[in-house]
């Protein structure tokens, strides 16, 4: 009888396992680097200030446009392993403690606290700005206006319900420019302190996160009372409150008003995201990526074809146009005004040249803004 011979298994040695209290180790010696840097550029922020001189306002050392730039190069930079969106928002809050440290800047915002109007404040600015919360779109406009606020920012767009007609419209009399804009991924959480859906009478929210829960709430909260609030936060107010009344909102709110997240991420479309615009006082210098956005009107409406003779320029010179709005003028009936977004800025040479044949050809011309285009 013949033996098989065995094999001799091979044992395979897996890495040994880096030790515990040495990546510690690293993790600390790192983590003064870090923190030495952080100083370090907090000290040429103040040496900035110095240069600038004495007396200049929170919106003097604030710009925009060269945040934009850094924030670009840092996405430009990154390998990993975090994601891009967490990159951005550390190196904004190191650049928003660093310029809090002359005046923080103030900015209003479609309040109450909760909001999401909210959330695109601290995504925008970092968290060492003085957010101030205000009752109506209206309010953050004449804020602003009058210096209470050095900047504002109101909803513009959803990508589910389209645009807010009152943020629009209040660019038909306010001086005010667009400093920039925030693009946020919008998350709705049905609320509340009940035990169960089938406790819900009522639902409490802004009419746009109503609209864009719309499907999700027919479903699955057939017949229950639908009670449109002033904001999301004012929702979420009455559901901390009142008996049986629930509210779409978001993390914010449910963190203010000590509420709890009965069904997550209820939104009808996964990628429902809001535009902001960040309102100020003054025009931009270029940032190398910007938007310009404009308010038109046409010579005569009642010309055939005068929508698309005004608007020749911009193929004229292959100058992109991102979006159009039409509202009523508010100066006499069937009149209307053309809100447009263009892509550069209104110094470049070939936007520059459009916006004059622009100018010559319409009744209404007002460059309402350059300025840098959502990093993230």
């Known amino acids: 009888m013949v033996k098989k011979r065995q094999k001799s298994a091979t044992r395979k040695t897996s890495p040994k396992a880096p030790a515990l209290g040495g990546l510690r180790k690293q993790?600390?010696?790192?983590?003064?680097?870090?923190?030495?840097?952080?100083?370090?550029?907090?000290?040429?922020?103040?040496?900035?200030?110095?240069?600038?001189?004495?007396?200049?306002p929170a919106t003097g050392y604030y710009r925009p446009e060269r945040e934009a730039e850094v924030l670009r190069g840092v996405v430009a930079r990154n390998q990993g392993p975090l994601t891009d969106?967490?990159?951005v928002r550390l190196f904004r809050e190191i650049m928003s403690a660093c310029l809090a440290q002359e005046q923080p800047l103030k900015v209003g915002y479609l309040g109450p606290e909760g909001t999401f109007s909210q959330s695109a404040v601290y995504k925008h600015f970092g968290h060492s700005v003085r957010a101030l919360p205000l009752g109506m779109i209206d309010e953050v406009f004449h804020e602003v206006e009058s210096g209470a606020a050095d900047f504002g920012v109101v909803p513009i767009e959803n990508s589910t319900e389209g645009t807010i007609n009152h943020t629009l419209d209040m660019f038909l009399t306010s001086p005010l420019k667009i400093c920039g804009e925030v693009e946020?991924?919008?998350?709705?959480?049905?609320?509340?302190?009940?035990?169960?859906?089938?406790?819900?009478?009522?639902?409490?929210?802004?009419?746009?996160?109503?609209?864009?829960?719309?499907?999700?709430?027919?479903?699955y909260l057939p017949g229950v009372e639908l009670l449109p609030a002033s904001s999301n936060a004012e929702g979420a107010r009455r559901a901390r409150d009142e008996a049986g009344t629930a509210a779409i909102a978001g993390d914010a709110a449910?963190?203010?008003?000590?509420?709890?997240?009965?069904?997550?991420?209820?939104?009808?479309?996964?990628?429902?995201?809001?535009?902001?615009?960040?309102?100020?006082?003054?025009l931009l210098a270029g940032s190398g990526c910007d938007k310009t956005s404009l308010l038109l009107s046409t010579q005569d409406t009642d010309d055939a074809g005068a929508l698309q003779k005004l608007l020749a320029p911009l193929a004229e010179h292959q100058v992109n146009m991102s979006r159009?709005?039409?509202?009523?003028?508010?100066?006499?009936?069937?009149?209307?005004?053309?809100?447009?977004?263009?892509?550069?800025?209104?110094?470049?040479?070939?936007?520059a040249l459009a916006l004059a044949g622009l100018q010559k050809r319409a009744q209404l011309f007002r460059v309402l803004g350059s300025y840098p285009k959502a990093v993230i």
Not at 29 to 36: E, G, L
Not at 187 to 208: E, F, M, W
């Open 254 to 282: 449910a963190e203010v008003y000590g509420l709890q997240k009965l069904v997550t991420d209820i939104e009808d479309r996964p990628d429902n995201t809001t535009r902001f615009l960040v309102i100020g006082r003054e």
């Open 184 to 219: 946020m991924r919008i998350r709705q959480h049905l609320l509340g302190n009940v035990t169960g859906l089938d406790k819900v009478v009522r639902v409490s929210a802004h009419p746009q996160s109503l609209a864009q829960c719309r499907a999700w709430l027919r479903e």
């Open 85 to 87: 969106e967490e990159m």
């Open 324 to 351: 159009i709005e039409s509202r009523p003028s508010h100066r006499r009936k069937w009149h209307y005004v053309f809100f447009i977004d263009i892509d550069g800025h209104a110094e470049e040479k070939k936007v």
């Open 27 to 56: 993790i600390d010696a790192v983590d003064k680097q870090i923190q030495a840097l952080i100083a370090e550029r907090a000290c040429l922020a103040q040496q900035v200030a110095v240069a600038k001189g004495e007396g200049v």
